[in-house]
């Protein structure tokens, strides 16, 4: 048996290309369906609510980062009139929580005002109480300030605020103290 490709044999006028004369049709369609997949889930392919889906899904398997591009890949879809907007925004400031808490407050902020009605108490405490829980105090506290007016009245919130004072005792970076100070939650503010 001669293993020599059809091109290289005396006498043929026929041209191949080097690796797809031996792979069998169907296969190669089916390998080109998974690779068009592949790229499609590496570039952010999928409706927006998939890939709100898809960053919730991810957030829930502590994989913020990944979750972060899920949302931000969703939120270059989605206009703000859109019903997965803010699911999306929402999906976005929890995953940022771990990621970059700074962007995460901003976000949070600029949606409510961009959104008024929008946000609630509990998208505020839900943050701030992430911000806690990865001892971001500054950025937690700033984002309870921000949202004071809703949250006021909420007995949760006496929670949040306590347990970043309890926290703020044990800060040792000095911008940390400066701003938990400034903000009435050490003393000497």
């Not at 190669?28 to 998974?34: C, I, P």
């Not at 899904?57 to 703000?80: H, W």
């Amino acid at each position: 048996m001669d293993l020599r490709r059809p091109s290289q044999l005396p006498g043929s006028s026929r041209v191949c290309l080097p690796i797809m004369s031996t792979i069998d049709p169907h296969r190669s369609h089916v390998a080109s369906l998974l690779l068009a997949l592949a790229l499609c889930s590496c570039s952010g392919g999928g409706s927006p609510k998939e890939q709100v889906d898809a960053g919730y899904s991810s957030l829930n398997s502590a994989k913020s980062k990944e979750a972060v591009a899920s949302f931000e890949a969703a939120l270059t879809k989605l206009t703000p009139t859109d019903a997965e907007f803010l699911r999306a925004k929402l999906g976005l400031v929890e995953a940022l929580v771990r990621v970059d808490a700074e962007r995460s407050k901003k976000e949070l902020i600029d949606l409510a005002k961009s959104h008024p009605g929008k946000v609630t108490a509990k998208d505020y405490l839900r943050t701030a109480n992430a911000m806690v829980n990865e001892n971001r105090l500054g950025a937690a506290a700033e984002t309870l300030a921000a949202g004071e007016s809703l949250i006021k009245d909420d007995p949760k919130a006496v929670d949040v605020k306590e347990m970043i004072k309890q926290r703020a005792t044990k800060a040792t970076d000095p911008s940390e103290i400066a701003r938990l100070k400034s903000l009435g939650y050490l003393g000497g503010g």
